[in-house]
């Protein structure tokens, strides 16, 4: 038994990958994959997501086909952003507050709310270490998504990525002044950036 040409040919579009949903879209049934599963055609990354056996898994960017909802924010983006060289052991995700995701999600990330107006403001695509592309927030908003969390976040965290975000070279400091802003976080913001700077 090999894997279907048609469904070959869409895993080796996603980087040795393909989810559930988008062999059902392609026509065929998810029974299939179980199929490849048990012949060792493929293996299963994640619930919903399979890979080629031999493939690195990206899990960041099979995290993100599970949900379209996702973002990639906080220590992640600040990891996909350069400001630290630290792989977060856990990625954090920020989702819409009137949405939620499933429970095997929820085991696998730390998951932060926004209103759903909020979810898009800085948002990017930048490149995981594999060569994916994820959603994630851009360098300031990601400060301020920081500043706006740091009860739940380790200090050394946030004070380090104040201080990696001065000496980034493509920083905004208008762009970071607005999102502050509408963040509620200007204050705290001004605070660390007249102690660190």
Not at 67 to 83: C, P, Q, R, Y
Not at 169 to 178: C, G, H, I, Q, V
Request: aromatic share 8%; hydrophobic share 40%.
């Amino acid at each position: 038994m090999e894997i279907n040409q048609v469904i070959m040919k869409e895993i080796q579009k996603n980087n040795n990958m393909i989810t559930t949903a988008q062999v059902v879209a392609l026509g065929f049934s998810r029974a299939l994959l179980s199929k490849y599963v048990k012949e060792g055609l493929l293996e299963r990354g994640r619930q919903g997501v399979y890979i080629l056996p031999d493939s690195v898994h990206d899990d960041m960017y099979t995290l993100m086909l599970r949900s379209e909802k996702i973002v990639f924010s906080h220590d992640t983006a600040l990891f996909l952003n350069g400001l630290s060289e630290r792989t977060p052991f856990e990625h954090s995700v920020t989702i819409p507050s009137n949405s939620v995701l499933s429970d095997t999600l929820m085991e696998e990330c730390t998951c932060y709310y926004i209103k759903p107006e909020l979810l898009t403001l800085g948002m990017v695509w930048k490149k995981t270490t594999f060569g994916n592309e994820v959603r994630c927030y851009d360098a300031e908003r990601t400060i301020c998504d920081l500043l706006r969390s740091r009860n739940r976040m380790d200090e050394e965290t946030v004070i380090s990525a104040i201080k990696n975000y001065a000496a980034y070279k493509d920083k905004d400091l208008n762009r970071l002044a607005a999102y502050a802003e509408k963040f509620r976080v200007s204050k705290i913001l001004k605070q660390y950036m007249e102690v660190l700077l």
